[in-house]
Nanobody, 121 residues
Framework: QVRLVESGGGLVQPGGSLRLSCAASGSIFSIRNMEWYRQAPGKQREWVATITTGGTTNYVGSVKGRFAISRDSAKNTFYLQMNSLLPEDTAVYYC???????????????WGQGTQVTVSS
C-alpha cells in the first residue's frame, strides 16, 4: 500500500518562507509525476507545481519565481520550497504522486493528508 506523509506546514508572516516535504512509502515500483496542490477555504483545490521523472518543473502562474519544487528520487521524497509568502498562499497543501505499486502494471494516483500553511501577520 502506498502512503504519502507530508510535513513542514505552519504559520508564517508575509514575506517568510516554508519548506514542505512529502515522503512516499510502501512497495513502489515506479513513480512518475510528483505534484503539489492547495485548497484555500471556500475554494476548489488548485494545482500548484509538478516535477517529472526527468526533473522538468511547472508552476501555476501565481507562484512562479517564489516557489520551487524538487525531488529526491532515491528517498521517494519531494519538496516545495515556498519563499516570499503572501496571505493569499494560505491553504491546505496536498502532495500527489502517480505511481505503480508492486504487483500492479499501471499508474495510480495517491494523495497526502494535507498540511496547513497560514500566512498572516
Amino acid at each position: 500500500q502506498v502512503r504519502l506523509v507530508e510535513s513542514g506546514g505552519g504559520l508564517v508572516q508575509p514575506g517568510g518562507s516554508l519548506r514542505l516535504s512529502c515522503a512516499a512509502s510502501g512497495s513502489i515500483f515506479s513513480i512518475r509525476n510528483m505534484e503539489w496542490y492547495r485548497q484555500a477555504p471556500g475554494k476548489q483545490r488548485e494545482w500548484v507545481a509538478t516535477i517529472t521523472t526527468g526533473g522538468t518543473t511547472n508552476y501555476v502562474g501565481s507562484v512562479k519565481g517564489r516557489f520551487a519544487i524538487s525531488r529526491d528520487s532515491a528517498k521517494n521524497t519531494f519538496y516545495l520550497q515556498m519563499n516570499s509568502l503572501l496571505p493569499e498562499d494560505t491553504a491546505v497543501y496536498y502532495c500527489n504522486i502517480q505511481a505503480v505499486p508492486a504487483g500492479q502494471t499501471y499508474y495510480s494516483t495517491y494523495w497526502g493528508q494535507g498540511t496547513q500553511v497560514t500566512v498572516s501577520s
